[in-house]
């Protein structure tokens, strides 16, 4: 393929208040993929608006090959025959990120202490979960709530648990890494979540509803489901070992 064959031509907004982050994106996609780069700046609004009215468009960056017109960077990877992430689609990716780097925060502690015995190793996991679940949830307090309130059956009664409910998970995460004030931190997790769980055991497989989960916060994709009971059921579980487990 000659050189004149792997040049892309790709206009893109480089203004001095604004840089187009997918611009960027898109001009490192096209050197990935061996092309060389004729990177043609729209410095100013009007400049912006007089190439979109030229050629039709609605958004930049836009990417030329071989004086065809790809589109923007979405329409560049998928003309590449990459994977384009589809913004309503449904992750459990999210849930993924907590638990695994609850897991290697909790092996870390282990790893800094005596090593990592399993059982002290699952403490650690469980109420590190927790606490950043509880942390995705505090971002945005009346988002999660809202969607809470989708399945919750006590927010569905008193609205205010809504609110509270990221607080109390923090307070008994917190609580358990501390292994602290346990007839605090047990009973919250008790309570917050068996409910959750006949909760989720109600809309998922008894009301057989499609809803999201407010897990990680308000406005995830997260499906309501099997990860949402584990997310209640780990606490339950850790509620009950702190009160059943012999005394250290």
């Known amino acids: ?16 208040d604004h840089v187009c982050p997918y ?3 898109t001009v490192h996609l096209l ?3 061996g092309y060389r780069v004729d990177d043609r700046w729209l410095r100013t609004r009007e400049e912006t608006d007089a190439f979109k009215a030229e050629h039709g468009v609605a958004t930049t960056p836009q990417t030329f090959i071989d004086g065809q017109r790809i589109g923007g960077y979405d329409a560049l990877r998928r003309w590449f025959g990459l994977s384009v992430r589809d913004p309503d689609a449904t992750s459990y990716r999210p849930v993924v990120a907590v638990f695994a780097v609850a897991a290697l925060l909790a092996m870390a502690v ?20 927790m606490c950043l679940l509880a942390m995705l949830k505090l971002q945005d307090v009346e988002t999660f709530s809202t969607m809470f309130l989708n399945y919750d059956l006590l927010a569905r009664r008193w609205v205010p648990y809504g609110y509270l409910y990221p607080f109390l998970e923090l307070l008994a995460g917190v609580l358990m890494v501390a292994d602290a004030w346990v007839g605090v931190a047990v009973p919250v997790a008790l309570f917050i979540g068996g409910i959750g769980a006949v909760s989720v055991v109600k809309a998922v497989y008894v009301d057989r509803r499609e809803l999201k989960c407010a897990c990680v916060g308000g406005g995830s994709r997260v499906p309501l489901g099997f990860v949402s009971l584990t997310e209640n059921l780990m606490m339950v579980a850790m509620a009950a070992w702190m009160l059943l487990r012999p005394s250290m």
Not at 1 to 16: E, G, K
Not at 122 to 129: L, T
């Open 23 to 25: 611009g960027l994106k």
């Open 1 to 16: 393929m000659s050189d004149l064959a792997r040049t892309a031509i790709c206009y893109r907004m480089v203004m001095p």
């Open 110 to 129: 282990g790893w800094s202490g005596d090593g990592v015995a399993p059982v002290a190793w699952a403490e650690d996991f469980v109420a590190f979960s």
């Open 31 to 33: 050197k990935r993929k």
